[in-house]
C-alpha cells in the first residue's frame, strides 16, 4: 500500500518560499494505476520523486507497505529505493556501453555489488522480463542499435527486475511517435497487470491518461481526483 498524507513541498526563492506542493494525499494499493495530469510546473515530477523517496517533502508523510523511507540513513533508504520502486523515465537512461540484458540487470548488480553468474535467479527473471517486452530477438544488442520504443521497453523491464511494489513513470511516452508510444503504453500495463504493482503515471497525454482507471490532475499545489 502507498499512502501519502499531507504533503507540501516548497523551495526557497528570492521572494521568500515558493509552494509547489500543498496538502496532497493519496492511497494506491498492489495492483491499482493511477495517472497524473496536469499544466507544466505544475509539480508533477516533484511529485513523483518524492512518492519515490528521491526527495524529501517539506511537510507530510510517506509510506510505502508501512515503511517511512525517509526516516532511513541514506545506505538504508538507497536500498530501500532499489529493493521497493522502480522509475521509468521519458529518457529511458540506459547505459550504451551494456546490452539489453545487462541493462535490465542493472539494478540487481547494484544491488548485490557483484555480477549474478549464468542461470542465476536475477538472470532468468531479467530474461523472462525482456521476453515479456517482446524483445528476446534483441537481448544481446546494445542501446545504440535499438529504436526508442525499443529502448523504453528495455527501461520497463529493468524497473521491473527487483519485483517493486512500486513503479513509477514520468513522461514515459513523451518522446516517442504516436503509434510508438500506443505499443509502449500496452507493454508498460500489461506487465503492470502481470506483476500486480501500484503504478503511476505522469504525462501530458490525454490518451495514455485515459487508459488508466484512475486519474488525477495536480494544479497549484493541489491533486484532485478526476471523474471518468
Known amino acids: 500500500m502507498l499512502k501519502a498524507v499531507a504533503l507540501a513541498k516548497q523551495y526557497a526563492g528570492p521572494n521568500g518560499a515558493l509552494s509547489v506542493l500543498s496538502g496532497v494525499d493519496l492511497t494506491l494499493a498492489p495492483g491499482e494505476a493511477a495517472a497524473i495530469t496536469g499544466p ?10 518524492i512518492l519515490g523517496a528521491l526527495e524529501p517533502p517539506t511537510s507530510g508523510t510517506v509510506t510505502l507497505d508501512g515503511q517511512d523511507p525517509y526516516i532511513l ?14 522509475f521509468v523515465f521519458q529518457d529511458h537512461c540506459l547505459l550504451p556501453q551494456l546490452s539489453v540484458l545487462e541493462n535490465v540487470l542493472v539494478p540487481s548488480l547494484v544491488a548485490s555489488g557483484r555480477k549474478p553468474g549464468t542461470g542465476s535467479e536475477d538472470e532468468q527473471l531479467a530474461r523472462a522480463l525482456v521476453d515479456q517486452v517482446g524483445l528476446t530477438s ?14 523504453q521497453r528495455v527501461a520497463i523491464a529493468r524497473a521491473l527486475i527487483r519485483r517493486p511494489t512500486l ?8 518522446n516517442l511517435d504516436a503509434d510508438t ?10 506487465l503492470h497487470r502481470r506483476h500486480e504493482t501500484i503504478l503511476i503515471l505522469v504525462t501530458h497525454s490525454p490518451g495514455l491518461a485515459a487508459r488508466v482507471p484512475i486519474r488525477f490532475t495536480l494544479n497549484r499545489g493541489a491533486l484532485v481526483r478526476v471523474t471518468p
Request: proline content about 4%; aromatic content about 4%.
Open 40 to 49: 507544466s510546473g505544475s509539480g508533477k515530477s516533484t511529485l513523483l520523486y
Open 73 to 86: 540513513g541514506a545506505r538504508d533508504l538507497a536500498d530501500f529505493r532499489n529493493r521497493h520502486v522502480g
Open 138 to 151: 534483441r537481448i544481446d544488442h546494445r542501446p545504440g542499435a535499438l529504436s526508442g520504443g525499443e529502448r
Open 167 to 174: 513503479v513509477l513513470c514520468d513522461e514515459p511516452t513523451g
Open 181 to 190: 508510444a500506443e505499443m509502449v503504453a500496452a507493454v508498460l500495463l500489461d
